[in-house]
């Protein structure tokens, strides 16, 4: 039986099959397929040098961002296409709270992280879905209004965070707003 004498090296080393391929070369013959006008069809725009393809150009038909309603302003939701200007909240239901926080535990944007219910940068929001029966201390970028009567009927409380303080600002933002609350009411 005779094995195998060759020795891996240097002089022995090549690529796996299929994993390279040869380049595309233009204009060498018909038998290639891409001889003639090199695979840019028949006269027209394209075909000449120096094209290039406008993006969102659609061959004259009326464009996606001509073809949408104008509506504009951040409050309007569906109002671009393109949604540079819808404000971004990460919703966090009280059941996600009451599963994850023990009583008397502050909750905070950072804390909700650690949880894994805040994933991205983006402002938190809490939501009412579901009971709160333990006492939370809650600091969020927003709150909707069932959420604060249940967070208070369960003897916890609701603060709001600056976003700027959220993003690398300091704890006395936090804290200033929370005091001009307490004063306003």
Known sequence: ???NTDKVGLHTLKPSPG???PRKRLGRGVGTGHG????????????RSGNKRKTGYEGGQNPVHMRMRKLRGPNKKMSMPFEKFRT?????????????????????????REAGLAKKRDPV?????GELSKKLTVRAHAFSAQA?????????????VDRAASRGGSAAATASLSEAEEAAS
């Not at 003639?36 to 075909?47: F, L, N, Q």
């Not at 009451?98 to 804390?111: C, G, H, I, L, M």
């Open 1 to 3: 039986m005779a094995e």
């Open 19 to 21: 994993s390279r391929r």
């Open 36 to 47: 003639k006008t090199s695979g840019r069809g028949h006269k027209g725009a394209g075909a």
């Open 88 to 112: 971004r909240t990460q919703p966090v239901n009280l059941s996600a709270l009451e599963a994850r926080f023990k009583a008397n535990d502050e909750v905070t944007p950072e804390s909700l």
């Open 125 to 129: 929001k809490i939501l009412a879905r």
């Open 148 to 160: 604060k009567e249940k967070i208070e009927a369960a003897g916890g409380t609701c603060q709001l």
